[in-house]
Each structure stands twice: as C-alpha cells, then as structure tokens.
C-alpha cells in the first residue's frame, strides 16, 4: 500500500520547473525533448501552415537548441537562414539531395576533401547524379565545362582547399557560376566562419566539427543561405534523418563563444609557424595562403579576411622511414586526421586524403609521400616552433 496513493503516472507526469517571467537563465537551456505539444488541435493545425522557423513539433525537424545555432550561425555568415546537420558530411548530403535530381550533374575541383569527392563518386552516382572532377586550371574554365556537361547544376568548393590549403578566386568563380546558372556551394571548413569577402556565393557548407565546436568532442555541420534553399534543404534532411542533436548543438555553441579568440590565436600562430618554415633546407614546398610565397597569396589576401591556421609541406626527404622518424620526433603535433582543436595536429597527406586519387591525380595536386598537413593549434607558439625545429633537424 503506497502512502498518498501515488501511483506510476506520478513518475512520467511530472511538474516541468521553468524560470519565471524576470527570471532567466544566463546560459540556454538544453531542449532535449524530441517532441512539442500544443494546447489543442487547432492550435497545431495553425502551425502547421506558418512560414515561421521557431515552431516546434519534432526534432528531427528543428529544435530550440539547434535553432540557437543556426540562427547565429546565419548571422555570421551573413546569410538569411542556415540548417544544422548531424556533421559536415551530413550538411553536404543534405544539401545535394535537397537540390539536385536524377540527370543532373555537380562539378568539384580534384582540390577537394577526399570525402566529398567519395561522397559523390559512390552515392551521388547511385541516385544517377554525376560527377565532373576539376583540375585547378578547370576553375577558371566554367563556362567550357558547362558546355561539355549541360546538366551541370552546382559546383562544390571550398574557400581554402582541404588538404592542400590552396585558394580559388571565388569572385571570378562565384561570377562565372551565376552567368551559366550554376548552384556556387562554398564549403568554408577550412576559412571557417567567415564569408568570402567580395563574392556571394548560393550557399555555405561548414563542418562544425573543426574551428566552431573547437575542441575535438563534437561532430557537426551547417549549410547557409537564403530561405528558400535552407528550406528546401530542411525539407530533405527531415526525410533523410542526419539532424543535429540538442546536446552536440549545446557544445558547439559553448565553443563558439571563444570562436573568435580562438581563431585569432591560431591565425597568428599558423603566420608564425609559416615563417619559420620558410626556406628550411628540409622543406622542398611550403603552401600557407598568408605568405607571398603561396600560388594565390593575392587572391588570398583580396578575398579572404585571414589566410588560416591551416600550412601544407612536402618535405625533401620522402622515404617512408625517415617521415615516420619525423612524425615519431614530434611531441605537440599529434598524427591524426580532422582539425581545428585546441590540439596542433600532423597527418600525412596521401594516407589520410587520396585513397581515390590516382598517380596523375595526386601529382596535379602536388601530393607527394612527403607531403604533411598542418593544424596549427592553441599551445604556446614558441613551443610548436621548438617542436617543428627539433623534428626537422633529424631530417
Ligand atoms: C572535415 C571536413 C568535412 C566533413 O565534416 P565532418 O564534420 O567530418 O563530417 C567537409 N569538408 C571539409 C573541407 C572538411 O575538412
């Protein structure tokens, strides 16, 4: 026999407990619940036919933790809306089954993430959209490839090139785009949250994964732009299933609230490391956008508002033993894929990048066994510059 003849229902009817009115939380709350109710039916029924995005009913389709991002995050893009996905690699998914069809066909420079180029080489295929690889001198071509390809509808690229850190001249690119009729999707991973500062591309697609979140804990990814793209976008995601949920949402936009530091931290770092690196004797190539020696430091310094924290090199030596000796020697860069930590990370570009690329293809990229990506992180930049410096004399 209970005492007060409580029963079960007591346990899952609770009394929720909110702040009052003149009483809020300094930090949001996180909305966990996957559902929203409503007072009665008509109430539902009116939300239903609302364009507004900050109604509830199911958190595949948008929650108010998840909502919190991306309104900021279409804020600092500039744009009118932006949709949050489960990582970057959803964000993309999202963002060319939401807009292409059968038939149709996306271009993408050969100068790319490699799993955006498997992305669209294995599952785009499947669904009869295909893919046009570009070299880098395509890029300034658009209008011939469009000739050759009618289908063409969008061009994935990204603003600092991943992992070659190289950078396209997306004012004449994004310009080009826009005269053939072509979809610009600027993935901006690699420049992160800034927009491209003299074109405007359709949309961007970031991984929150990398400099938003931070700190290496949380995967994520967002698309951005105009409403009626986003809410194109979100219509395919809810069918799709790759939503953010409320608990990485939370941990991304803690992270985000140190962004701009942190960025500034590991740009000035990045510009440090890079001319340090400079003229090294064990250093056949150096690819950092801040410096004149880059293919496109002009471009770079036109269009972009900061040239990264992100630096390629090859290095002379490019037998496997004495890379592996070179990365064992390092102590602060860790050997691992992925980016924009509180960590410096070092991963050897043709391991971790080209598994789809053939001989011709790496060699246009100027990938080489010796070939190291660099993620700049926050520790003490004298420190990375000690590692570096230590690494590089056993070569
Ligand atoms: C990491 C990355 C992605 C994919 O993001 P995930 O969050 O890992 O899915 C997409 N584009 C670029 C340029 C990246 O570096």
Redesign the pocket.
């Known amino acids: 026999m209970k005492k007060n003849a409580i029963t079960d229902t007591a346990y899952i009817h609770r009394r929720h407990i909110a702040p009052g009115k003149g009483n809020y939380p300094l930090e949001s709350p996180i909305y966990h619940s996957v559902k929203y109710t409503f007072d009665d039916l008509e109430h539902m029924e009116n939300m239903f036919g609302q364009d507004n995005d900050e109604y509830f009913i199911y958190s595949r389709i948008a929650s108010p933790t998840v909502r919190e991002l991306e309104v900021l995050l279409a804020q600092v893009m500039g744009e009118e809306d932006a949709l949050c996905s489960a990582?970057?690699?959803?964000s993309?998914t999202a963002l060319t089954l939401g807009l292409l069809e059968k038939g149709d066909s996306i271009a993408i420079p050969l100068h790319s993430?490699g799993?955006?180029r498997s992305y669209a080489k294995k599952v785009l295929s499947k669904f009869g959209i295909e893919s046009v690889f570009l070299s880098w001198p395509d890029l300034a071509n658009l209008a011939a490839i469009k000739q050759k390809n009618p289908n063409l509808k969008m061009l994935l690229i990204?603003s600092i090139t991943?992992p070659m850190v190289r950078v396209p001249d997306l004012q004449q690119i994004i310009g080009e785009c826009q005269k053939i009729g072509i979809i610009a999707a600027v993935?901006a991973?690699?420049a992160s949250l800034s927009p491209a500062k003299l074109a405007s591309p359709d949309l961007y697609v970031v991984?929150?994964?990398?400099y938003a979140c931070g700190h290496g804990d949380t995967?994520?990814?967002a698309v951005m732009g105009n409403k009626k793209l986003i809410a194109q976008i979100r219509a395919t995601q809810l069918l799709l299933g790759p939503s953010l949920d409320p608990y990485s949402a939370q941990l991304i936009l803690r992270g985000l609230e140190t962004y701009p530091l942190r960025r500034a931290r590991m740009v000035d770092s990045a510009q440090k490391i890079a001319l340090f690196l400079e003229g090294k004797p064990q250093i056949k190539t150096l690819w950092y956008p801040g410096l004149p020696s880059h293919p496109e430091c002009q471009i770079a310094r036109e269009q972009l508002w900061e040239p990264g924290a992100m630096l390629a090199m090859t290095l002379k030596k490019n037998n496997r033993s004495q890379i592996q000796a070179f990365i064992k020697k390092l102590k602060l860069f860790k050997l691992t894929a992925?980016?924009g930590s509180t960590k410096s990370l070092i991963a050897p570009v043709e391991v971790f990048y080209t598994r789809d690329l053939n001989a011709a293809e790496k060699s246009a990229c100027d990938i080489e066994p010796g070939t190291m990506r660099i993620s700049v992180g926050l520790e003490d930049t004298d420190d990375l510059i000690a590692d570096l410096k230590g690494a590089l004399e056993i070569l």
Request: hydrophobic fraction near 25%.
């Open positions: 990582s970057g690699m959803g993309i993430y799993t955006s990204e991943n993935d991973t690699f991984s929150l994964t990398k995967l994520g990814g992925s980016l």
